[in-house]
């Protein structure tokens, strides 16, 4: 059984960083794409960024270009997901997914393995 742990979240300021990290039991990810996802209460989940398997290809959803870096180290098996520039809009429960595949992806039905989330808060 591979479980996906995510770590990093918490409360913070509008216009704080965080940076969110995602590993897993087996090092499945290690030679596949992951993914972070959110979901906010009432909303359905929605797709954040993506890293292929050697993490030469990412991925990002609009609403976080330019302020969200996805990473990975595939040695340390760990893929980090560094948030700058928070708004109260980010706030919301931040998944890791793993996929069985070694591309890039956005649907969340490529993705087999999923942490239990972390919570980021951003206060205004």
């Known amino acids: 059984q591979v479980q996906v742990v995510e770590s990093g979240g918490g409360l913070v300021q509008a216009g704080a960083s965080l940076t969110l990290s995602c590993t897993d039991s087996?090092?499945?990810?290690?030679?596949?794409?992951v993914g972070w996802f959110r979901q906010a209460p009432g909303k359905e989940r929605e797709f954040v960024a993506g890293?292929?398997?050697?993490?030469?290809?990412?991925l990002y959803a609009d609403s976080v270009k330019g302020r969200f870096t996805i990473s990975r180290d595939r040695y340390k098996n760990t893929v980090s997901l560094q948030m700058n520039s928070l708004q109260p809009e980010d706030t919301a429960v931040y998944y890791c997914a793993v996929a069985l595949r070694a591309s890039i992806s956005r649907t969340p039905t490529d993705f087999r393995y999923w942490g239990k989330g972390t919570q980021v808060t951003v206060s205004s």
């Open positions: 890293v292929n398997w050697n993490g030469g290809t990412t």
């Open positions: 087996r090092r499945t990810s290690s030679n596949n794409g």
